[in-house]
Structures are given as C-alpha cells and as structure tokens.
Nanobody, 123 residues
Framework: QVPLVESGGGLVQAGGSLRLSCAASQRTFSGYVMGWFRQAPGKEREFVASVAWSGGATNYADSVKGRFIISRDNAKSTLYLQMNSLKPEDTAVYYC????????????????WGQGTQVTVSS
C-alpha cells in the first residue's frame, strides 16, 4: 500500500491561515471520498472535513464550518485543507484519510491514512 503524505503544517498566530496538502497515489485516491481528521494531546481523534470524488459534496465538523475549506485535485491525486481564522483550539496533528465510500465522520470508514502534520496556533 502506498501511504498518504501530508504537508503544510506549522506555527501560526490566532487569526492566521494555513493550507494543508495530502499527496496520494491514484490507486488510493481515485473514486473515493477523502477526509481530514485531527488529534490533540489527551483527546480522541476527531473528524474535520470530507469531500466526495466529484468535489461537489462536502461535510464539515461544526467547529470548523465557515472557516475551513476542503478540496481535491483529482488530476494530481492531491487533497487540500484551507484553514482560515485559526484558533488556539485548532492546535492538533492533522491526518489525511482516504478510501471511504461515503462522506463519513467516523475514522473506521477510511482505509488509508497519512503520518500526520502538526498545526500549532498561538494566542
């Protein structure tokens, strides 16, 4: 299996923006729902956003709705997460997930996972 590879994490002040990318192989990307999850120290992994193959259907956690935008470039087999108006509570390791058949909010629906990228938002 070819792993997913996240990039774009870093340190940003509250109110700032970051864009995360997830590079995948065509085999693990084509035809599947892709998503983003995050996990902060001492907390369970939580759903952030997901997007269907066509890009026309998306799902967002209430905590990020209106601030984050998920998108995908199928020609490049790349998933993106544009994060705006960042808050300290957004601090977490962000994971790319792939291989779901539905716009799922539960992690067990996804077959493939990246190694994670750290996002830290300072006050």
């Amino acid at each position: 299996q070819v792993p997913l590879v996240e990039s774009g994490g870093g340190l940003v002040q509250a109110g700032g923006s970051l864009r995360l990318s997830c590079a995948a192989s065509q085999r693990t990307f084509s035809g599947y729902v892709m998503g983003w999850f995050r996990q902060a120290p001492g907390k369970e992994r939580e759903f952030v956003a997901s997007v269907a193959w066509s890009g026309g259907a998306t799902n967002y956690a209430d905590s990020v709705k209106g601030r984050f935008i998920i998108s995908r470039d199928n020609a490049k087999s790349t998933l993106y997460l544009q994060m705006n108006s960042l808050k300290p509570e957004d601090t977490a390791v962000y994971y790319c997930a792939g291989g779901s058949a539905v716009l799922a909010t539960w992690s067990t629906s996804y077959r493939y996972w990246g190694q994670g990228t750290q996002v830290t938002v300072s006050s």
